[in-house]
């Protein structure tokens, strides 16, 4: 058994997990929480795209936590099986290649409100602060699941 930070079923991977899930509830708290959030415009759904990319990444990260949590605590069971790794670096792949396109739109729509349009200082009620806010955790929930991805491939590599 190869012993790989971040690997399934180790305390790196439940930490990894564990901060997953609460960076994008912050992030999706951060973004739905703010005023003008709920419009019906283009940008607003490249807004809502992150916000659910975020959400299915927060249950992905959720789900793989409990599991862990299960192995590590309860019955000691051993995560390194090809076909599991294999399941979990293709999903966190996946996840984070959603998670990253809708990051770089939302910072796209933050930058286009607060430095190309002014939109921020014309409605002083929209709260690009915290849109930004969001991005930025958007981005770091990205490169914790990154390296949780990189860990699975290279402990899958490791296989063969």
Known sequence: MKLIVG???T???MALRVSQCVF????????????????????SQLLSYMS??????????????????????RNKKDL????????IVIG?????????A??????????LFTRD??????????????FALSTVLAFIVCSLDAASSFSGFWLLVSFF
């Open 92 to 100: 966190d792949s996946i996840m984070t290649i959603l998670v990253f």
């Open 80 to 87: 390194h099986n090809p076909f599991i790794v294999t399941v």
């Open 24 to 43: 994008a509830a912050a992030s999706v708290c951060a973004m739905v929480t703010t005023f003008g959030y709920s419009n019906t415009t283009q940008p």
């Open 117 to 130: 349009m002014n939109i921020c200082r014309v409605y002083w009620r929209l709260a690009c602060s915290q």
């Open 11 to 13: 305390w790196s991977s």
């Open 7 to 9: 690997s399934p079923g």
């Open 102 to 111: 809708g990051a770089s739109a939302s910072a796209s729509v933050t930058v």
């Open 52 to 73: 659910t990319a975020l959400f299915l990444q927060f249950i992905w990260s959720l789900g793989l936590a409990c599991v862990d949590i299960f192995c590590i605590i």
